[in-house]
């Protein structure tokens, strides 16, 4: 089993910064692209961004040039540094990862329980 572990989320003033983290733990064979995405009330979930194993990464356009995804391999933890923050930045951020847990098997894709990023004065 693969367990993801989302931590740092909290209340920040527009403007502010706030960095997430996300642990995987757990067996598999591969642990592949990771990522983040968030949830805002009577929204449907989209994306934030990906980091591949090689630490390519992709932003979805609202995030770029405020936000940073980062990987540390040898921890299996993505790091989103997010600055700049506005009030619509306000959702659940879940962390994802797609993981090959035996050699030859099909990819699944493991989500974390989300974690709560409010961004107010």
């Given at each position: 089993?693969?367990?993801?572990?989302?931590?740092?989320?909290g209340?920040?003033?527009?403007?502010?910064?706030?960095r997430?983290?996300?642990a995987?733990?757990?067996?598999?064979?591969s642990?592949?692209t990771?990522?983040w995405y968030?949830q805002?009330?009577?929204?449907?979930?989209e994306?934030?961004?990906?980091?591949?194993r090689?630490?390519?990464?992709?932003y979805a356009?609202?995030?770029?040039?405020?936000f940073?995804?980062?990987?540390?391999?040898?921890k299996?933890t993505v790091?989103?540094q997010m600055?700049s923050l506005?009030p619509?930045?306000t959702?659940?951020?879940?962390?994802?990862?797609d993981?090959?847990?035996?050699?030859g098997?099909?990819?699944?894709?493991?989500?974390?329980?989300g974690t709560?990023?409010?961004v107010s004065s």
């Amino acid at each position: 089993q693969v367990q993801l572990v989302e931590s740092g989320g909290g209340l920040v003033q527009p403007g502010g910064s706030l960095r997430l983290s996300c642990a995987a733990s757990g067996s598999w064979f591969s642990l592949n692209t990771m990522g983040w995405y968030r949830q805002a009330p009577g929204k449907e979930r989209e994306l934030v961004a990906r980091i591949t194993r090689d630490g390519r990464t992709a932003y979805a356009d609202a995030m770029k040039g405020r936000f940073t995804l980062s990987r540390d391999n040898a921890k299996n933890t993505v790091y989103l540094q997010m600055d700049s923050l506005k009030p619509e930045d306000t959702a659940v951020y879940y962390c994802n990862a797609d993981v090959q847990t035996v050699w030859g098997t099909i990819m699944k894709t493991y989500w974390g329980q989300g974690t709560q990023v409010t961004v107010s004065s």
